[in-house]
């Protein structure tokens, strides 16, 4: 056996503490090499014993896990942190990613859980250190890659929801629309290739498509892409779908992917719109991406295709650390707890959009995206706009950048490593 891993144990209760302990006792790749009972303990003890692997209770008195996270990575920059945490809820999700944390163990957890995630983040350390998604590190954290010397290729993020009517368009027009305003270079695709509605929720008139491409694809490049893309008001770039259903066909899987391709060398961010029904090009495209965004609603019926998705995306091996759930269309008073969804589906959720028939609705047949809309106050943009800036953290954050490598690739790290069965 070569090097153990350094694990450092920070929660307030005595008993949880040791409890851990024992679950890592007989781990022969395993070294408990500290604990401490409060994050300024936590801080001085990582300081003291340079742990690669920091176990890190969120609610503690004084500093809590969050703001201790942060500080620790200043300190021990190739630390790994995995939250441990009673609660499911995305807000403490979205602060323990944003302050660094690589993974997340809803408690009570077993010793399996505990071992493979520890593995888990130490496989995956990135070579650079880890660095907090704000706060003072923030300045490493560029809008583009390219200065800080990381990969200059763009994310791709993909949108999908096994049940139709989820709002995956809605979520993924209003996301690229949001990252386009920040001052990204954005290119949103329509992947529904048969009945792709992205240009008319924008308000488009129906132009130049994929297909147009497709008979140029012996020599294509960035300029004959460009040359097929619809502009945006907001700077955002369209690749409109087919204009006719029977078209979706030419657009096989090698054009597809050769498209894909060359559009991450052009844009911040390629965000691709999936149609439900899984077909070829849809799983290449969620494949090929840097993240998945899985849109959820709070009834039976979604929750379960999205079940049979996990099922089937473990069938064909896609890496579920990139899957990111969200939950749209939620009511406070029905539909299943968003707690519920997360302990269910074995997963947190990272955002909730809210319910808002006649925003959404109004917004999508005028053909203005709701985020650009009269109704800027509301819940609904909010959460999106709150969606977008997290996204885009996630995305661009320089340690996850260095981990990413190929999203082709078999990444089996992250901070979502949740697993099913
Ligand atoms: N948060 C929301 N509140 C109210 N209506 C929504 C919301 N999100 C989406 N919708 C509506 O749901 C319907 C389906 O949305 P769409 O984005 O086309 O779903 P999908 O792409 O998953 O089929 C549309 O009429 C859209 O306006
Ligand atoms: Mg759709």
Redesign the pocket.
Known sequence: MTDKIRVLIVDDLPETRENVRKLLQFELDVEVVGQAGNGSQAIEAARQHQPDVILMDINMPGVDGISASETVLKVVPMAQIIIMSVQSEADYIRKAMLAGARDFLMKPFSGDELTAAIRRVYDSRPQIAAVPANGSAQNNDSRSSEDSGGDTQGKIISFY?PK???????VATNVAVGLALKGHKVVLVDASFQFG?IAVMLGQRPGTTIVDLVDRMDDIDAEMINSVLVSHDTGLEVLQAPPRPEMAEMVTLDYFEMILKQLSNMFDFVVVDTP?ALGDPCIMALEMSHRVVL?AQQNLAALANIRRFFELMRQIGLDFQKILLIV??THDRFGISIQDIGDAMKRPVLAT?????FG??QA?DQGIPVVIGSKRNSK?VQALNQLTTDLEQILLKKERTEADGDSSSNERKGFFGRMFG
């Open positions: 929801s139709g009517g989820c709002g995956c368009t809605t509605d439900s849109i749209n269309r959009l809210p319910s808002d028939e959404v609705t999508a609904i």
